[in-house]
């Protein structure tokens, strides 16, 4: 996912907005205190990428603490499971994670490690679906 990312902000011109100091193996509170120091910032970024629906909580919270508008001033698109993101913010741009799919490709991956498979023939690799807004 990182490298993806960075490919892509090469390949448009983009410039990245290092978040330094806080991931998501943070508290939700460190997110939330690291994103309001973000947003404070003059050189801000606009939009935000989340690993995880989690902490994508925090980083709303961070964003209205600093008297942004999601949507508006800064986008967040943000990888989700539960598809719960959506009742929590709206404006939230999301890309459903087929949570079943990466069990069954685990428990794939287990049973061909037991059996003896080359690591590398246990590897898989799924599109994502399409980002996706419920705001209207």
């Known amino acids: 996912m990182r490298d993806g990312f960075s490919d892509t902000l090469a390949e448009l011109g983009l410039a990245e907005v290092p978040f330094h100091g806080s991931t998501i ?43 942004l508008t ?29 949570f079943r799919l990466a069990g069954r490709e685990l428990a794939r991956s287990v049973i061909g490690c037991i059996a003896g498979a080359p690591a590398g023939s246990l590897q898989s690799l799924t599109r994502p679906g399409p980002v996706v807004s419920h705001h209207l």
């Open 70 to 98: 999601l949507g508006d001033d800064v986008d967040v698109v943000s990888k989700q499971w539960s598809k719960m993101l959506h009742l929590f913010r709206p404006r939230l741009l999301v890309v459903d994670e087929d």
């Open 25 to 67: 193996d943070h508290s939700i509170e460190q997110i939330r205190a690291r994103t309001l120091q973000i947003m404070q910032r003059g050189d801000r970024p606009d939009g935000i990428v989340s690993a995880a629906g989690g902490a994508t909580f925090a980083l709303v919270a961070g964003i209205e603490d600093a008297g």
